[in-house]
């Protein structure tokens, strides 16, 4: 079955530099990745995701690249903020009624 | 615009005791799931429902139960608590399915002593 392995398991960054979370999965049949921001005591939220005929999507700050050949996608945060704090998860899909495998998650701390 | 509704927000369960997590949605999405988060291990899916009246196992579904009668709501029961059922469960809901957005409650803190 699918495996999604996510690095780093805690990233420190100072404020205004760039973050980046990798994450690999296995089954080459995935084809849905979204990125999900998870804030202290809420439930996880949407940030972006992409779709495997897509190598790279940006929205504002953030922006995921894909490499299928590679089996990899990452997460990129510019100009990070301190209301970037937070655990962040990556995930695969293969398909709308099929599961959805989520990485093991990665802490994010925004240093001033 | 409530979205997703858990309840209850926390609560302690002795072993061997049963309860009901309840979810409901405002968002008339066909698709709804329940999750679990331990800590450093992410979101293992326990079950999920593509609409009214249809159910099926995700990753995880040993010890737990769901129903779907209505698309609004959907319980999550487990029987007999253990231990190993000591987690966060989130409910969540989405308008097309897994490989679409989802959106998730506040989530439930649940302890089996």
């Known amino acids: 079955g699918e495996n999604v392995e996510q690095h780093p398991s805690t990233l420190s960054v100072q404020e205004g530099d760039s973050a980046v979370i990798k994450c690999t999965y296995s089954?080459?049949?995935?084809?849905?990745f979204p990125w999900y921001k998870q804030e202290l005591g809420k439930g996880p939220q949407l940030i972006i995701d992409?779709?495997?005929?897509?190598g790279e999507k940006k929205d504002q700050r953030i922006a995921v690249t894909l490499n299928k050949t590679a089996k990899h996608f990452s997460l990129h945060i510019t100009e990070t903020q301190p209301e970037d704090s937070a655990v962040y998860f990556c995930?695969?899909?293969?398909?709308?009624?099929?599961?959805?495998?989520f990485g093991k998650g990665t802490r994010l701390h925004i240093l001033p | 615009n409530a979205g997703v509704t858990q309840t209850p927000k926390f609560r302690i369960l002795k072993i061997g005791q049963s309860m009901t997590l309840q979810c409901t949605q405002d968002m008339n999405h066909n698709y709804m799931y329940w999750y679990r988060q331990d800590p450093g291990m992410g979101l293992k899916l326990i079950y999920y429902s593509v609409g009214a009246g249809i159910t099926d196992k995700g990753e995880v579904p040993n010890g737990y139960n769901v129903s779907r009668s209505t698309t609004e709501d959907f319980p999550l029961r487990l029987e007999l608590a253990a231990p190993s059922q000591t987690s966060v469960y989130f409910c969540?809901?989405?308008?097309?399915?897994?490989?679409?957005?989802?959106?998730f409650g506040q989530g439930t803190r649940l302890t089996v002593v």
């Open positions: 992409i779709r495997s005929n897509v």
């Open positions: 995930a695969a899909s293969r398909g709308r009624d099929d599961k959805i495998i």
């Open positions: 089954d080459s049949a995935s084809n849905y």
């Open positions: 969540a809901s989405s308008p097309k399915g897994l490989n679409t957005e989802a959106f």
